[in-house]
């Protein structure tokens, strides 16, 4: 499992890592994956995918994701990380 060093990627890489990781979730083409994909909507994920996915991304990117923060659409979730993985 590849562990990042979160505060030396540019923001590039976190975008990249995102993708991955959210594609990974349901196997999903990463041609699919979109920053202003819906998780419900567009790539049919539930609650309980959303929650693993943020047990990942807390995991490589050494962040907490409180339960209040609105994730909606992979954009949120990349903006998320830029912000809390460089702090």
């Given at each position: 499992m590849y562990v990042s060093?979160?505060?030396?990627?540019?923001?590039?890489?976190?975008?990249?890592?995102?993708?991955r990781i959210i594609s990974k979730r349901k196997?999903?083409?990463?041609?699919?994956?979109?920053?202003?994909?819906?998780?419900?909507?567009?790539?049919?994920?539930d609650t309980v995918d959303v929650v693993d996915i943020i047990l990942e991304l807390e995991r490589n990117f050494h962040i907490v994701i409180p339960d209040e923060v609105p994730l909606y659409t992979v954009g949120d979730f990349?903006?998320?990380?830029?912000?809390?993985?460089?702090?």
């Open positions: 060093t979160a505060a030396a990627l540019p923001a590039a890489s976190i975008e990249q890592q995102v993708f196997a999903i083409r990463a041609s699919r994956v979109r920053k202003t994909a819906s998780l419900a909507r567009d790539l049919r994920f990349v903006r998320f990380v830029r912000e809390h993985a460089a702090a």
